[in-house]
């Protein structure tokens, strides 16, 4: 990973997508659990960790595109981390209704756990929270809440109907290898 000094707004805007979510999000790339929901599954063959990169890309895309002039710092941070739930919402979990009604309450789980770990500004906050509106009645505040609002969606949409190829699609490949050796 790249160490960077502090740099100015013009320099930010030259650098790549992943070398400005290098730039703002390093600790959160850096911790374990963010690193582990590389192992639970998004949608398709795509991991929470890869979505969540996906997502940032994407949000900066889209302010870009639209000259929205959003906070960078929060935009990317908020995105990295608006889905921090840190479990493999495919697997059932007993009677919790949490995990039951997983596109209601994983925002709530999101920013519970993102707070345990990281210091989160208002705006960071209310993209965690807000991200699957209007599924959560209240709509986002701030812009940058609408942009990756917009960001997910693009992205788990893409996923869901298997655009984008994730880090699960060698092992389906090898389960599927492995079903028609028995059969033949
Ligand atoms: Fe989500
Ligand atoms: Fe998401």
Redesign the pocket.
């Known amino acids: 990973m790249k160490h960077y000094i502090s740099l100015q707004k013009i320099e930010i805007d030259h650098l790549t997508e992943d070398e400005q979510i290098e730039y703002y999000g390093k600790d959160i790339l850096e911790s374990e659990n963010f690193q582990a929901s590389d192992e639970n599954v998004?949608h398709g063959t795509v991991s929470?960790r890869e979505?969540?990169l996906d997502?940032a890309r994407a949000s900066i895309r889209i302010s870009k595109f639209f000259r929205l002039r959003a906070r960078r710092r929060e935009l990317i941070r908020g995105a990295l981390l608006?889905?921090y739930f840190l479990y493999d919402w495919h697997v059932p979990a007993g009677e919790g209704e949490e995990r039951k009604l997983h596109g209601f309450y994983h925002p709530g789980v999101a920013l519970r756990n993102a707070k345990k770990e990281f210091f989160l500004t208002k705006r960071e906050q209310d993209i965690i929270k807000k991200?699957m509106w209007p599924l959560t009645l209240i709509p986002p505040r701030y812009k940058e809440s609408w942009v990756v609002t917009a960001a997910?969606k693009y992205?788990?949409l893409r996923e869901t109907l298997h655009l984008r190829k994730g880090r699960f699609e060698d092992k389906i490949k090898e389960i599927r290898k492995h079903g028609e050796g028995k059969k033949s």
């Open positions: 998004q929470v979505h969540s997502v608006h889905d991200h997910d992205c788990s």
